[in-house]
């Protein structure tokens, strides 16, 4: 239960944070690749079956060894029954998990920390940052994953901390199978459970036997479950084809790269520094006084983990700083109130409350850095599509992304096949999007071609596509050459 005195500042904190996601979405929409992609998977889902998935996997993509569990598509699409496009039914799932998971971080601090204030101020870091929003108004799977990943954490905890586990252990049975067929990775939440097993029974009142058994009766009918709604989805040869040879391929270990450079150049900067230098003081403050408060043990416990997961399989993108995310931000606040028993008692408040509202502050404008390239491509739609006659549209770069967004079919092009690009049929226009880079390692270059007799080359677009202002974009339009008409 939510403490009345909390329900007020909760529900700031929610509008405030859904608020936030709403701006970003409005101000700067995000169509990442991997969202075209899981838009056609849904709408092949939609028209028919799990089948149809990977028949479509099967003719546009040849990734067969690393097909996406099923799960997350099926959460995705089914706004869809109402009548919604992919792309707004995958984005209000992702914003409705996002929701869940603060009001998840808000009773995970209410578990762990002393007072409400740390509550309240975690699930406030939690609203406000950067990575959750962006993956809070995007059709993709992490969203989806964040939010049972730290439902799974909550239980998890209640588990190990509560008397009366009936309730608790029913959500981590339901809520395993669900993480594991959602993504691959949720994996590394099995093994955090086994591996906390230990830490858990730290507290002298817990009886570790009772604990490591429940745990065991636990993760048996959760695969149980887990295979029944492979089998609802009519998704079961997910299991045996693609399930159990990649689990294979993660436990072959390390598949490249410096762990360390990693987490410095890729994962820091998704886990925003600010909150990443705290949230790591914080843990050697726990590792170190950890009799202070055994309820840490836990959330240190994933930490340390999930960095060495990472550093043990080279897991080289900045996408899976999603679980270490909440642990971090958790740690940040216990670390802050460390801080405030070291202050002379008249100035503890006054610290506490400006090293938080500096976090948060930094969270919001990293929020609200406008990004003025972030509706690049929309507007390249818009261009386009001022022309309503049939035409044929080429480009070097972001095909399937303009094809999605322009609902036409666009065709590849490269400088060395300027013979590709023949002339406008029917006398309609062409047109030409030319992606160009004044650096070759930052991004495609492109020779512009040669038009064919009778036909121009017009130049209707241009804009760069990156603060460096080393990328642009142009976009053309082949015409008949007026002058040449007889």
């Keep these: 239960m939510i403490m009345k005195k909390n329900l007020v500042p ?55 060894a690393v097909w996406i569990p099923p799960l997350s598509l099926y959460l995705l699409k089914l706004p869809m029954i109402f009548g919604l496009s992919a792309n707004a039914s995958g984005t ?17 601090g209410m578990l762990i920390f002393k007072d409400s204030n740390g509550a309240l101020l975690a699930t406030a870091l939690a609203a406000a940052h950067p990575f959750l929003i962006e993956v809070s ?4 799977r992490d969203g989806i994953y964040m939010g049972f990943s730290v439902l799974l954490l909550y239980f998890g905890l209640r588990l190990a901390l509560e008397e009366k586990r009936i309730f608790p252990a029913i959500a981590f049975i339901a809520i395993l199978p669900l993480v594991l067929l959602i993504r691959y990775e949720g994996l590394e939440l099995l093994l955090l459970f086994v591996a906390s097993m230990p830490f858990w029974c730290y507290p002298p009142k817990t009886n570790q036997r009772k604990v490591l058994v429940l745990m065991i009766l636990l993760v048996a009918p959760a695969l149980v479950l887990g295979c029944f709604l ?7 040869n997910y299991l045996y084809e693609r399930l159990i040879p990649r689990l294979i391929v ?21 886990l925003f520094e600010p909150i990443a230098i705290s949230g790591l003081l914080g843990l050697a403050i726990v590792i170190k006084h950890f009799k202070r408060n055994p309820k840490f043990i836990f959330v240190a416990c994933c930490m340390v983990f999930m960095l060495c997961w990472r550093a043990f399989y080279g897991i080289n993108s900045s996408r899976y700083v999603n679980n270490m995310i909440i642990p971090f931000l958790l740690l940040t606040v216990y670390f802050l109130q460390i801080i ?6 008249k100035y503890k408040n006054a610290i506490y409350s400006l090293l938080a509202g500096g976090l948060l502050l930094a969270e919001v404008v990293q929020d609200l850095h406008y990004n003025p390239y972030a509706r690049l491509l929309f507007e390249v739609r818009d261009v386009i599509k001022k022309d309503h006659m049939p035409k044929r549209i080429w480009t070097n770069h972001e095909r399937e992304r303009l094809e999605f967004l322009l609902n036409h079919p666009v065709e590849e092009y490269s400088g060395n096949k300027a013979e590709m690009i023949v002339s406008p049929e029917n006398g309609t226009s062409s047109y030409l999007v030319a992606f160009i880079s004044s650096k070759h390692k930052s991004g495609p270059n492109m020779i512009i071609p040669t038009t064919p007799p009778g036909m121009i080359l017009e130049k209707c677009y241009e804009s760069f596509t990156n603060r460096a202002k080393t990328r642009r974009v142009i976009i053309y339009v082949i015409r008949k050459d007026a002058t040449t008409l007889p």
């Design 137 to 140: 108004i995007a059709t993709l």
């Design 230 to 236: 492979l089998w609802l989805l009519n998704a079961e």
């Design 10 to 64: 909760l529900l700031i904190i929610l509008g405030s944070g859904l608020a936030l996601r709403l701006l970003h979405l409005y101000w700067e929409p995000v169509l990442p690749r991997d969202a075209v992609l899981y838009c056609n998977l849904m709408e092949a889902w939609h028209r028919g079956s799990y089948s149809d998935v990977l028949e479509y996997w099967k003719i546009h993509r040849n990734w067969e």
């Design 340 to 345: 405030r028993e070291y202050v002379p008692s």
């Design 250 to 270: 993660y436990a072959k270990g390390h598949q490249g790269g410096n762990p360390f450079v990693v987490f410095w150049e890729k994962e820091l900067p998704g």
């Design 92 to 108: 209000l799932v992702s914003l409705a998990m996002g929701m869940i998971l603060l009001v998840a971080v808000y009773r995970i």
